[in-house]
């Protein structure tokens, strides 16, 4: 049975209710298209992944192209002969050169151990990736319900303005007929101005609320499905908190991403530790060389090159660096220390956010029960309040304490059964099992 809320009917004339409401899946398709964040994700993905390109490409053939023509004059030029043998004076050299050369590394240990590093990070993006695609269902899910707690909050915060409103109009009424004291029409008074303050502000996080799942989904936000009223309290599956610990551990996508990160660092020192080792590249090269001399009148001699090819073997001993690679090899030490760090640090907050959302699930579950109960005498309580003051045996104060401790009541329900949901979905995705069929799951509770 539906809980009968203070003043509903109230609250309800002030807020329409929409017959076909956007729901969660309309939410979240806006958000998987228009998301700058995982749209930055993607893209930090996209270019992590260039660098395995980048990497293997220092491993394959390199083929360059050159030309050129130089010009010598004075006594460069001087020494110069014409076609007889004879010296040439007052004029100018020139020289044109074209070459192909490839070249191919035949052994280079840092070049393949950064290529192993590339790949690992973007494995690293790949899987931070998935973590944002996950974080966006549940910051979807924390946006929508964040709207729909604020305008549970104004409408709470409406109807007990009217209810407040009502009992200082009947407080000014008995005091001006003498059956009360200007102290009861004081404390209404004060108590009705303070509910007005509270309805603003109300409306004003109800307003922040919206432009927060707008900065989601770039879209402006309409009329939202609510939650249904019976809502299933279903405690987690499996009910062992060790199980999704251990399945947290295995599967969320923040581990693996650091995971993936200590396997760079490795890679990387292995790289820098290369750098004391040989490195054999093979190299072909065919191009012409020809140069011919101009002499003032316009008289030239002229010898003309021919191509050559040229095929060789370099072997690269690095002997010392002025000990920059010892450093180098320091560095990169330092660095995987840094990233095994970064990767007990996140499983250790994996960990402990895994126990908390369990736990909250099934706080959550006495919490929405009990501010449920709660609810329920809380409208109780008001009305034998109420009446009681119309007899004399209860004062004004008890009256509007009645009325303000139903509101928070009702407040404390509202909240409590959105965060149970939220608190579901933050578990799974601790746990790294999160989905779109969880997200279909709870838009089924939405009416």
Same mark, same amino acid.
């Given at each position: 049975?539906?809980?009968?809320?203070?003043?509903?009917?109230?609250? %309800?004339?002030?807020?329409?209710?929409?017959?076909?409401?956007?729901? %969660? &899946?309309?939410?979240?398709?806006?958000?998987?298209?228009?998301?700058?964040?995982?749209?930055?994700?993607?893209?930090?993905?996209?270019?992590?992944?260039?660098? +395995?390109?980048?990497?293997?490409?220092?491993?394959? !053939?390199?083929?360059?192209?050159?030309?050129?023509?130089?010009?010598?004059?004075? $006594?460069? $030029?001087?020494? $110069?002969?014409?076609? *007889?043998?004879?010296?040439?004076? #007052? #004029?100018?050299?020139?020289?044109?050169?074209?070459?192909?050369?490839?070249?191919?590394?035949?052994?280079?240990?840092?070049?393949?151990?950064?290529?192993?590093?590339?790949?690992?990070?973007?494995?690293?993006?790949?899987?931070?990736?998935?973590?944002?695609?996950?974080?966006?269902?549940?910051?979807?899910?924390?946006?929508?319900?964040?709207?729909?707690?604020?305008?549970?909050? &104004?409408?709470?915060?409406?109807?007990?303005?009217? $209810?407040?409103?009502?009992?200082?109009?009947?407080?000014?009424?008995?005091?001006?007929?003498?059956?009360?004291?200007?102290?009861?029409?004081?404390?209404?008074?004060?108590?009705?101005?303070?509910?007005?303050?509270?309805?603003?502000?109300?409306?004003?996080?109800?307003?922040?609320?919206?432009?927060?799942?707008?900065?989601?989904?770039?879209?402006?936000?309409?009329?939202?499905?609510?939650?249904?009223?019976?809502?299933?309290?279903?405690?987690?599956?499996?009910?062992?908190?060790?199980?999704?610990?251990?399945?947290?551990?295995?599967?969320?996508?923040?581990?693996?991403?650091?995971?993936?990160?200590?396997?760079?660092?490795?890679?990387?020192?292995?790289?820098?530790?290369?750098?004391?080792? !040989?490195?054999?590249?093979?190299?072909? *090269?065919?191009?012409?060389?020809?140069?011919?001399?101009?002499?003032?009148?316009? =008289?030239?001699?002229?010898?003309?090159?021919?191509?050559?090819?040229?095929?060789?073997?370099?072997?690269?001993?690095?002997?010392?660096?002025?000990? =920059?690679?010892?450093?180098? +090899?320091?560095?990169?030490?330092?660095?995987?220390?840094?990233?095994?760090?970064?990767?007990?640090? @996140?499983?250790? @907050?994996?960990?402990?956010?895994?126990?908390?959302?369990?736990?909250?699930?099934?706080?959550?579950?006495?919490?929405?029960?009990?501010?449920?109960?709660? +609810?329920?005498?809380?409208?109780?309580?008001?009305?034998?309040?109420?009446?009681?003051?119309?007899?004399?045996?209860?004062?004004?104060?008890?009256?509007?304490?009645?009325?303000?401790?139903?509101?928070?009541?009702?407040?404390?329900?509202?909240?409590?059964?959105?965060?149970?949901? %939220?608190?579901? &979905?933050?578990?799974?995705?601790?746990?790294?099992?999160?989905?779109?069929?969880?997200?279909?799951? +709870?838009?089924? &509770?939405?009416?």
């Amino acid at each position: 049975m539906r809980l009968k809320l203070l003043t509903l009917a109230l609250a %309800l004339s002030a807020i329409s209710l929409p017959g076909h409401g956007e729901d %969660l &899946l309309d939410a979240y398709r806006e958000a998987r298209a228009n998301d700058p964040v995982l749209s930055q994700a993607e893209a930090t993905r996209l270019a992590t992944g260039e660098g +395995v390109t980048q990497a293997r490409a220092l491993l394959l !053939p390199q083929v360059n192209g050159s030309a050129s023509l130089s010009q010598s004059s004075g $006594a460069n $030029a001087s020494t $110069a002969l014409d076609e *007889s043998g004879a010296q040439i004076n #007052g #004029g100018h050299v020139r020289t044109r050169s074209e070459s192909l050369t490839l070249d191919q590394t035949i052994l280079d240990l840092s070049k393949i151990a950064d290529l192993h590093a590339a790949r690992s990070q973007a494995q690293s993006q790949d899987a931070t990736y998935q973590a944002a695609l996950q974080d966006l269902f549940v910051r979807v899910t924390a946006a929508y319900f964040n709207v729909l707690t604020s305008e549970d909050q &104004l409408a709470f915060a409406k109807a007990n303005e009217e $209810a407040l409103k009502r009992a200082y109009d009947q407080a000014e009424q008995r005091f001006n007929v003498g059956l009360a004291a200007i102290t009861d029409e004081y404390q209404a008074k004060s108590a009705y101005e303070l509910a007005r303050a509270q309805t603003i502000a109300a409306q004003n996080t109800l307003n922040d609320a919206r432009e927060a799942l707008r900065q989601i989904t770039g879209k402006p936000v309409g009329e939202l499905k609510k939650l249904r009223e019976d809502l299933p309290l279903l405690p987690p599956t499996p009910n062992d908190p060790d199980t999704w610990v251990q399945e947290a551990l295995r599967s969320n996508p923040n581990i693996a991403a650091q995971q993936y990160n200590v396997e760079a660092a490795e890679h990387s020192v292995n790289a820098a530790k290369a750098g004391h080792l !040989p490195t054999l590249n093979a190299q072909v *090269s065919r191009g012409t060389s020809s140069s011919w001399m101009e002499k003032i009148g316009g =008289a030239f001699a002229d010898r003309n090159g021919r191509y050559g090819t040229t095929v060789g073997v370099t072997l690269s001993v690095p002997i010392f660096a002025g000990g =920059a690679t010892q450093s180098r +090899v320091r560095q990169s030490i330092y660095q995987r220390d840094a990233a095994e760090d970064a990767l007990e640090s @996140q499983r250790r @907050q994996v960990t402990r956010d895994t126990l908390n959302f369990y736990r909250s699930v099934l706080a959550g579950i006495s919490q929405v029960q009990a501010n449920k109960a709660s +609810v329920e005498a809380g409208q109780k309580s008001l009305e034998a309040t109420r009446a009681g003051f119309d007899v004399g045996t209860q004062t004004m104060l008890d009256v509007l304490n009645a009325i303000q401790t139903l509101t928070q009541a009702e407040s404390s329900y509202s909240q409590s059964r959105h965060q149970f949901i %939220l608190d579901q &979905l933050q578990l799974k995705q601790a746990a790294g099992t999160i989905d779109l069929k969880d997200l279909e799951a +709870v838009n089924s &509770l939405l009416q």
